[in-house]
């Protein structure tokens, strides 16, 4: 009998022990196995085995079933990963109601059921502002209600969001994005005025980004086509040097790349 075989036989009898032992021997071994799991990679069969028996040591602990998640939903296996998911939220929601959020977001592309799970945790934790997986909570609700199509809430939360930040820590450390998302917004109601403010907002902390460009570009596009085409020009030429935003998980909302610059230079042609 190979050697590892013997380690998890007398794995499953130590465990067996435990179990029948009192709460908090089950609460403590539950909590050895949690660490244990850090000694393989995150995801791998040994690592989500440790993962089975503290929860069968102790179901009650909310990041037991949330690192179970992850590896689910970072493969694109949702049914799974929020299967445990919904089980740490019910157990700790202001512990994970936030991460739920941002994962419905960017991505399952559930707005509705985002929105609904960062105002819950928002409701729950007053008089703190929440950071779910690092971003500004106000800047995902208008992230939200900007996919949703519903522009003034989308600039209420932008505009909240940067306000906090800048509170916090001076007008150069806002995030560039709630300028950028902002002006979208004002954008699609017809506000172009407000949207290049916004733009110009955006400059000033982050003068290297395609992004920004690329949507000066389209504000100009009905009015001041060689204004417009310029952009265009700096937006492709600042992507192709890689001043761009991206992520390796999931698309970020509002993509830019040398494809969508192109085709919307072709459309201004063609008005």
Same mark, same amino acid.
């Given at each position: 009998?190979?050697?590892?075989?013997?380690?998890? !036989? $007398?794995?499953?009898?130590?465990?067996? !022990?435990? #179990?029948? &032992? &009192?709460?908090? $021997?089950?609460?403590?071994?539950?909590?050895?196995?949690?660490? $244990?799991?850090?000694?393989?990679?995150?995801?791998?069969?040994?690592?989500?085995? @440790?993962?089975? /028996?503290?929860?069968?040591?102790?179901?009650?602990? *909310?990041?037991? /079933?949330?690192?179970?998640?992850?590896?689910?939903?970072?493969?694109?296996?949702?049914?799974?990963? !929020?299967?445990?998911?919904?089980?740490?939220?019910?157990?700790?929601?202001?512990?994970?109601?936030?991460?739920? *959020?941002?994962?419905?977001?960017?991505?399952?592309?559930?707005?509705? *059921?985002?929105?609904?799970?960062?105002?819950? @945790?928002?409701?729950?934790?007053?008089?703190?502002?929440? #950071?779910?997986?690092?971003?500004?909570?106000?800047?995902?609700?208008?992230?939200? /209600?900007?996919?949703?199509?519903?522009?003034?809430?989308?600039?209420?939360?932008?505009?909240?969001?940067?306000?906090?930040?800048?509170?916090?820590?001076?007008?150069?450390?806002?995030?560039?994005?709630? #300028? @950028?998302?902002?002006?979208?917004?004002?954008?699609?109601?017809?506000?172009?005025?407000?949207?290049? &403010?916004? $733009?110009?907002?955006?400059?000033?902390?982050?003068?290297?980004? =395609?992004?920004?460009?690329?949507?000066?570009?389209?504000?100009?596009?009905?009015?001041?086509?060689?204004?417009?085409?310029?952009?265009?020009?700096?937006?492709?030429?600042? /992507?192709?040097? *890689? #001043?761009?935003?991206?992520?390796?998980?999931?698309?970020?909302?509002?993509?830019?790349? =040398?494809?969508?610059?192109?085709?919307?230079?072709?459309?201004?042609?063609?008005?």
């Amino acid at each position: 009998m190979s050697t590892k075989r013997i380690s998890w !036989m $007398l794995l499953v009898a130590l465990l067996g !022990m435990v #179990y029948s &032992q &009192q709460t908090e $021997l089950r609460v403590w071994g539950a909590e050895k196995l949690f660490e $244990l799991k850090n000694f393989w990679p995150q995801g791998t069969r040994q690592s989500q085995i @440790l993962l089975d /028996y503290a929860i069968w040591l102790n179901p009650k602990v *909310g990041k037991y /079933y949330m690192e179970k998640s992850v590896p689910f939903n970072k493969r694109g296996e949702y049914a799974e990963g !929020m299967y445990y998911l919904n089980q740490a939220v019910a157990l700790q929601p202001t512990h994970f109601l936030g991460y739920r *959020g941002w994962l419905k977001l960017y991505l399952l592309h559930d707005y509705k *059921g985002s929105l609904q799970d960062l105002t819950q @945790l928002d409701t729950l934790t007053p008089g703190f502002v929440d #950071y779910p997986w690092g971003e500004n909570i106000y800047f995902l609700l208008g992230l939200n /209600y900007l996919q949703l199509k519903q522009w003034e809430q989308a600039v209420t939360y932008f505009t909240m969001a940067a306000r906090v930040e800048r509170k916090d820590r001076g007008e150069s450390f806002v995030n560039p994005f709630n #300028y @950028l998302y902002k002006s979208i917004a004002f954008n699609e109601q017809g506000l172009h005025t407000l949207a290049l &403010q916004n $733009l110009d907002s955006m400059q000033r902390i982050q003068p290297k980004s =395609s992004e920004l460009y690329y949507f000066k570009a389209l504000v100009y596009a009905k009015q001041q086509r060689a204004t417009a085409e310029s952009f265009f020009q700096r937006a492709d030429s600042l /992507y192709r040097a *890689g #001043y761009h935003s991206w992520n390796s998980y999931y698309s970020l909302p509002y993509p830019v790349d =040398s494809f969508i610059i192109a085709a919307s230079r072709a459309q201004l042609y063609h008005q």
